[in-house]
């Protein structure tokens, strides 16, 4: 399924559920809901959380002073030649990567930058750098799209939030809202693999993402959601 319609349904659904639960809706509790509903995506370097955390314009930013560091290596490091040659090659080789990779590249120095630097501040700064890099470095819909993956995500919720007033809807949010993205991308033909190194793949084959059936699929859904958000928060009440 496509971006706007993992975040409306995932969000929606989960928002329901813990309204007919009586697990409190807060405002925190539905950013993480919205966050997760997005967030095994975070393999695919074009996705719709991917795209809004590290924009075009910024990786422009970047290009533009990358070029401008290999710029500075050859005129001010002449003492160091050749190698001040070679290392403006790389740096001018890097800054003309496609999108896709120097976003890749992005998110793994900041999710480091998060971890070495960001712990000292608040300890979501080591969670949030460690799924930038396990983001970074898997094959989309490959780990993040696991059992395992919404099993540790909801688990470091659940760690995060002790101690906190309204701790249990955070994790209940996010590992609900992670898991319908997963039932979600088990629709199409694709499907995924829940429980890897083994083949066993769910792919109920209703749709393909980005075909005009796959797109009517997704309204229908996000219909559904809507009309069960009124039911529940408006209709019910």
């Known amino acids: 399924m496509m971006g706007r319609a ?5 969000t929606g659904v989960t928002l329901s559920v813990m309204g ?8 925190p509790a539905a950013a993480v809901a919205l966050v997760s509903a997005l967030l095994p995506d975070i393999d695919e370097p074009n996705s719709l959380l991917v795209r809004k955390a590290i924009p075009s314009g ?10 401008g560091a290999a710029i500075f290596v050859v005129f001010y490091g002449k003492e160091y030649a050749p190698w001040n040659i ?31 630097f960001g712990q000292g501040f608040s ?14 470095l898997v094959t989309h819909r490959g780990l993040t799209h696991t059992v395992y993956a919404a099993a540790g ?12 007033i309204g701790g249990e809807s955070l994790w209940f949010a996010g590992g609900l809202s992670y898991s319908i993205h997963l039932l979600a991308d088990a629709l199409t033909n694709r499907g995924i ?5 083994f ?39």
């Open 6 to 10: 993992h975040l409306i349904i995932s």
């Open 58 to 67: 910024l990786l422009r930013i970047l290009q533009l002073a990358m070029i």
């Open 123 to 136: 300890p979501w700064n080591t969670i949030a750098g460690s799924v930038l890099i396990a983001g970074s």
């Open 20 to 27: 007919m639960s009586e697990v409190p809706v807060t405002l």
């Open 153 to 164: 995500w909801t688990g470091l919720l659940y760690f995060a939030s002790q101690g906190k």
């Open 193 to 197: 693999c829940p429980l890897p190194p």
């Open 86 to 116: 070679a290392l403006a090659g790389l740096i001018g080789v890097v800054s003309y990567l496609p999108s896709r990779t120097l976003r890749h590249i992005v998110m793994f120095l900041i999710g480091l930058g998060l971890i070495s």
């Open 199 to 237: 083949k066993w793949r769910i792919k109920l084959k209703i749709m393909s993402t980005g075909s005009k059936w796959g797109r009517t699929v997704e309204n229908v859904c996000i219909v559904l959601t809507l009309v069960l958000v009124w039911y529940v928060f408006m209709a019910s009440s």
